[in-house]
């Protein structure tokens, strides 16, 4: 079955401008979790997305970032006012979790985001 | 002290030993682990989860849970080149209900 998509695979921007990052989850798959990872460092978790509940917005990084999750299935993670710094792959999962928190998360390929 | 914590290495092992893999917890509530094997340039992959104590195999990969410990571990037998990656360990978190990971263990496997 199909796995999780992201669009674009690359993205190459001038500073200042604004990006829109998308993420095509697994089909019936309840919660989304977006990540940034710079060159050679961990998973840095930015938001997450589980059902109709109010998103966790914890790890985003400044007011700048956002995400939404329409209908419970697309998401749209929205940098404003790029900065050199946000220069990273953008990862999205999704997951669905069964009782007692057997949740497996599957990866979509990223999006490569270079402000330049 | 980190949610998730594993060593960030990097761990160089040669080819045909056994390489070990460990992570620590901060949420004595979590019930589930998963690691993930991430191949540089590439989305991280599950390779392997564990619910209950003990050890739990599959092929060369053997994963080990110690709740009381809060401590879960990785071994990888007869290790081959093709191993060689950033291992993820991931605790879900039961009650912030979320998938925690660690900063990850860079492996090297030597011809």
């Known amino acids: 079955g199909a796995g999780v998509s992201q669009s674009p695979s690359n993205k190459v921007t001038e500073k200042g401008k604004d990006v829109e990052l998308r993420c095509d989850p697994i089909?019936?798959?309840?919660?989304l979790y977006w990540y940034r990872q710079s060159l050679g460092q961990g998973l840095e978790f930015l938001i997450y997305?589980?059902?109709?509940?109010?998103?966790?917005k914890s790890g985003l990084p400044s007011d700048r970032f956002s995400a939404e999750r329409t209908g419970g299935s697309v998401s749209t993670l929205t940098i404003q006012r790029t900065q050199q710094e946000d220069s990273a792959v953008y990862l999205c999962?999704?997951?669905?979790?069964?009782?007692?928190?057997?949740?497996?998360?599957?990866f979509g390929p990223g999006t490569r985001l270079l402000v330049l | 002290q980190k949610e998730v914590e594993q060593n960030s290495g990097p761990l160089s092992v040669p080819e045909g030993a056994i390489a070990s893999l460990n992570c620590t917890y901060s949420?004595?509530?979590?019930?589930?682990f998963f690691w993930y094997r991430q191949y540089s340039g590439k989305s991280p992959e599950l390779i392997m989860f564990?619910?209950?104590?003990g050890d739990k195999e599959d092929g060369r990969f053997t994963a080990q849970l110690n709740k009381a410990s809060q401590y879960v571990s990785l071994l990888i037998r007869d290790s081959q080149p093709s191993d060689s990656a950033t291992y993820l360990c991931?605790?879900?978190?039961?009650?912030?209900?979320?998938?925690?990971f660690g900063q990850g263990t860079r492996l090297t496997i030597n011809p």
């Open positions: 997305f589980q059902g109709n509940s109010a998103p966790d």
């Open positions: 089909s019936g798959h309840t919660a």
């Open positions: 564990i619910y209950s104590n």
């Open positions: 949420d004595r509530g979590s019930q589930s």
């Open positions: 999962a999704s997951s669905i979790t069964a009782s007692g928190g057997q949740e497996t998360q599957y």
């Open positions: 991931a605790v879900y978190f039961q009650g912030a209900q979320k998938l925690v």
